[in-house]
């Protein structure tokens, strides 16, 4: 049996999750299910796109993915069921899918028609339909057209001095993640140096990883960890913005501290040697 995750804003204080597990394990025995993430914000398909591209290709292909964010039916919102890069996914016609996978169109889409009015209900009974091998054929009528969203692309000026890009997510620790992926930070950079502009806040060095940024060469006593800022590429290969194990319940997380938020502009100015 195929793999179950589950992506939604449902939180965690209500009984909401545990109510769509209790309907899988109503229609199917035994099924593995996993929890990506519950505290999306509310309606926010971007931050659910970036969570769920983050993971899903880790898991094997032919996983279900169920993403119950703004996962509403109405006269000008369908349900859909999709099999994109050979993985299936449950969700609502509200772009999720084309901010996951911009550049990739789905093997196969449907609408769903399944007869229940509850639509959890319709979601539940799909996952189990394709968990139990069933073709979408038999749950929905084709779709030809997805609605269309656009993530906010990272731009590179015609002289190649500056990436400009934005905050694409915040993730719990107040980490700032940016589009700016590292493949076109190396494409562009060419070896230069370079300043990174996050309002007031600059940035010169890029670290592979959290622990890079502390000099352990020095005693413990000496050393400035907990509260200093960093710059690395998280392991999705994006550039992202910290504080070396701030806590954002106590101001330390690096978005309050930087004063960023969700599509807040990053530039990265490249300096040519004279």
């Not at 109405?74 to 609502?92: G, K, R, S, W, Y």
Request: charged share 20%.
């Amino acid at each position: 049996m195929p793999i179950i995750t589950l992506t939604t804003d449902f939180g965690l204080q209500d009984a909401y999750v545990a109510s769509l597990k209790a309907g899988l394990y109503q229609q199917l025995d035994q099924p593995t299910i996993v929890d990506v993430a519950h505290l999306i914000d509310p309606f926010h398909i971007g931050q659910a796109a970036y969570v769920v591209r983050s993971v899903y290709r880790d898991f094997p292909q032919g996983s279900i993915h169920f993403v119950g964010v703004d996962f509403n039916e109405t006269p000008e919102q369908d349900l859909l069921v999709a099999e994109l890069n050979e993985h299936f996914f449950v969700c609502a016609d509200n772009g999720f899918l084309t901010l996951l996978e911009p550049e990739l169109k789905p093997t196969q889409c449907v609408k769903l028609t399944l007869p229940q009015k509850v639509v959890q209900q319709k979601g539940i009974e799909a996952i189990a339909h394709l968990a139990r091998g069933g073709a979408l054929s038999l749950i929905g009528t084709p779709v030809q057209k997805l609605k269309q969203r656009t993530q906010h692309a990272p731009r590179v000026n015609p002289q190649k001095t500056e990436i400009q890009g934005h905050v694409l997510h915040i993730d719990r620790f107040g980490n700032v993640i940016t589009n700016i992926s590292k493949k076109l930070f190396i494409q562009t950079a060419q070896q230069r140096k370079f300043v990174i502009h996050a309002r007031n806040h600059r940035f010169e060095q890029v670290f592979d990883a959290y622990h890079d940024a502390i000099r352990f060469d020095v005693p413990k006593e000496k050393r400035e960890e907990a509260g200093k800022k960093l710059a690395l590429f998280n392991q999705q290969g994006y550039l992202e913005l910290a504080i070396y194990k701030g806590n954002p319940k106590y101001g330390g997380g690096a978005s309050s501290l930087f004063g960023l938020a969700y599509l807040d502009p990053i530039r990265i100015a490249f300096i040519s040697e004279a």
